[in-house]
């Protein structure tokens, strides 16, 4: 197994060859960054926003951190995997952008040539707090390359951009995917995110993504984690919102992946701005999900609602840590935050913790965490109408995950989303 000096070294050799071609702003950007990871290191336990998730023991792999690009891949990607779905099909291959097609109205480029066009100085790398976040911290300083998406001024785009990141190896990798996205003023879009592992080796994906919402403008933004139990994922993802604008983020996290860490957060910093995080984790085997959460109101007049839940089978653990921070100067803010989790197993467990930071006095703020297995009454109701009892659990599995799978806006995309609750989770349970 790979040490973590070991890992460490082969970092410092990326950033150095990442930081050869390139000077100016991007440079200085990815130096301070590396310095900020040196100095923090891998989070351990003892960070309070990592106590309870060992993030050490995934990383005790002999690692490939460099050279992915020369794996080969499929001729093709398709997104047949969602039956149905009709959209603009953008695929990723370890991170590095292999297909954009073209749409009116819509801007699609390597980070790389965005930086070196001009226009990408104002966004990339600007609004996360790195010191906070050692893995964004990690793949600022290391992205070997990413995409941008620019929607532009007044565009409604006709059909949901798929982004399908792809990832193939000939060894244990670590690599480092990187999206910015900016919808300009009076723009409209829907975003899918998919994943394909093609190898079976051990994959750490560790990425960032920069989402811009300007003034008035509508991002519907769809998260889908279903990977294989080789897999390891940490994500960062940052919305910043400007007035009248409105961001609703979806995280669905199916079984599989070993470790998947996501850290969503939304900062509202203009007025009359709405904010939606919608999140389902289903956790089998030993599977460890940790999803935490931060909605930033600065101005006043906003809204935000937030709604998480889990299910939990066999001996899988679930942590969920959600923030809403009111300002000073944000009077008027309606923010709301609830956590429920289904437990199928007395072995499963889950951490929850829902917070309030409140430094205004004219608001409306309310949080809530439950956690409990099966309702014994409505199991008891079901069965004394006929119903046998693995149906019924099945059915009340749904009935749970239906608050957040109604809230999907793309039935080709929300009938998937169902299936995989059916197929994941509605069989046996313990």
């Known amino acids: 197994m790979t040490d973590t000096v070991s890992l460490y070294d082969q970092f410092q050799a990326l950033?150095?060859?990442?930081?050869?071609?390139?000077?100016?702003?991007?440079?200085?950007?990815?130096?301070?960054?590396?310095?900020?990871?040196?100095?923090?290191?891998f989070p351990t336990i003892k960070r309070e926003d990592w106590k309870y998730t060992n993030v050490l023991p995934f990383l005790k792999e002999e690692f490939q951190v460099e050279q992915l690009h020369s794996v080969a891949f499929p001729a093709t990607i398709s997104d047949e995997s969602i039956?149905?779905?009709?959209?603009?099909?953008?695929?990723?291959?370890?991170?590095?952008l292999t297909n954009a097609p073209k749409i009116k109205g819509v801007k699609i480029a390597t980070i790389n040539d965005a930086v070196d066009l001009g226009g990408a100085e104002?966004?990339?790398?600007?609004?996360i707090p790195v010191e906070k976040h050692p893995f964004a911290a990690l793949n600022t300083a290391l992205f070997e390359d990413g995409i941008v998406i620019e929607i532009e001024k007044n565009v409604q785009v006709d059909k949901p951009l798929h982004i399908i990141h792809t990832y193939n190896s000939l060894e244990a990798a670590f690599v480092q995917p990187r999206i910015l996205v900016i919808s300009h003023k009076h723009s409209h879009a829907d975003i899918i995110e998919t994943t394909k592992v093609l190898s079976n080796y051990t994959l750490f994906s560790n990425s960032v993504t920069e989402v811009y919402?300007?003034?008035?403008?509508?991002?519907?933004?769809?998260?889908?984690?279903?990977?294989?139990?080789?897999?390891?994922?940490?994500?960062?993802?940052?919305?910043?919102?400007e007035k009248d604008s409105l961001y609703n983020n979806y995280t669905f996290t199916m079984p599989g992946a070993a470790l998947?860490?996501?850290?969503?957060?939304?900062?509202?910093?203009?007025?009359?701005?709405?904010?939606?995080?919608?999140?389902?984790?289903?956790?089998?085997?030993?599977?460890?999900?940790?999803n935490h959460t931060s909605v930033e109101h600065q101005q006043p007049n906003c809204f935000s609602n937030e709604l998480y839940k889990g299910v939990l089978k066999d001996t899988s653990k679930a942590i969920f840590s959600g923030r809403i921070h009111v300002f000073q100067d944000a009077q008027k803010t309606n923010a709301f935050q609830q956590n429920n989790n289904l437990l199928l197993?007395?072995?499963?467990?889950?951490?929850?913790?829902?917070?309030?930071?409140?430094?205004?006095?004219?608001?409306?703020?309310?949080?809530?965490?439950?956690?409990g297995s099966f309702n014994k009454e409505s199991l008891f109701y079901l069965q004394s109408r006929g119903i046998g009892e693995a149906t019924a659990r099945n059915m009340l599995v749904a009935a749970f995950a239906f608050d957040v799978t109604s809230k999907v806006k793309?039935?080709?995309?929300?009938?998937?989303?169902?299936?995989?609750?059916?197929?994941?989770?509605?069989e046996n349970y313990d």
């Open 213 to 241: 919402v300007k003034e008035n403008a509508q991002l519907n933004h769809y998260v889908l984690q279903s990977e294989p139990a080789t897999s390891r994922f940490v994500s960062f993802r940052q919305a910043t919102q």
């Open 345 to 371: 197993s007395d072995k499963a467990t889950v951490d929850s913790k829902p917070q309030l930071e409140i430094y205004a006095d004219d608001v409306k703020c309310s949080h809530g965490s439950t956690a």
């Open 83 to 96: 039956a149905g779905l009709d959209a603009h099909i953008i695929v990723l291959q370890n991170g590095r």
């Open 15 to 41: 950033h150095a060859e990442r930081n050869s071609g390139r000077e100016g702003w991007l440079k200085d950007i990815r130096e301070a960054a590396f310095n900020t990871f040196t100095e923090l290191g």
């Open 410 to 426: 793309i039935p080709a995309l929300r009938a998937h989303i169902e299936h995989l609750i059916e197929h994941n989770l509605t």
């Open 260 to 290: 998947v860490r996501n850290n969503l957060i939304a900062a509202l910093k203009g007025t009359n701005v709405e904010t939606h995080m919608f999140g389902l984790y289903l956790a089998s085997d030993n599977q460890l999900i940790d």
């Open 122 to 127: 104002e966004y990339l790398a600007k609004s």
